[in-house]
């Protein structure tokens, strides 16, 4: 199994939503079908279908997420939290600047002992949002949205 089979199999908004409904527990078709609000049982069973790589059946017939299944959901909830590490990334350069600036009027003798530290957590902070977790400041043209199926 490769991960070109592992996403096509989630390349749908109706494949995501049946995957984080099955990342709960274990469903029958019937419940789906009720939970998603989805009114062609054709055209659950046609997703289901394309979902084979991530989701079984257990003994009692409801539909599961298998290791593959439960790997996608994680990939999904990675792309959807890359907006989050950007606007983390800019809350924590505000949050420096502040405390920076109010040492800086407040209590000018001690302003190295806060400058120096934020500093240092602001290099560690870039460096491991730009670097390691390979953020980017632009969005190059790229949304990542939640989406829900009506």
């Given at each position: 199994?490769t991960s ?6 989630i390349?749908h908004?109706?494949r995501?939503?049946i995957l984080?409904?099955?990342?709960k527990?274990?469903?029958r078709?019937a419940?789906?079908?009720r939970k998603?609000?989805i ?6 069973d046609?997703?289901?279908?394309k979902?084979d ?8 017939g409801?539909?599961?997420l ?6 996608a959901l994680r990939a999904v909830?990675v792309v959807?939290?890359y ?7 800019f ?5 420096i600047l502040?405390i ?5 009027f407040s209590?000018p003798?001690f302003?190295?002992f806060?400058a ?16 390691k977790?390979?953020?980017r400041?632009?969005n190059?043209?790229i949304e ?7």
């Open positions: 199994m070109d089979e592992v996403f096509e199999a390349s908004p109706m995501i939503a984080k409904e099955l990342a527990k274990p469903t078709f419940d789906l079908k998603l609000r009114k062609s049982s054709g055209l659950l046609f997703h289901l279908k979902m790589t991530v989701v079984t059946t257990d003994k009692d409801r539909y599961t298998n290791d593959r299944g439960f790997a909830y959807s939290n907006g989050w590490q950007r606007r983390a990334w809350i924590n350069v505000a949050t502040f920076n600036v109010y040492m800086f209590i003798e302003f190295v806060s120096v530290p934020t500093f240092g957590w602001l290099v560690f902070y870039s460096y491991w949002t730009f670097v977790r390979r953020v400041l632009r190059n043209g990542t949205e939640n989406v829900e199926v009506s």
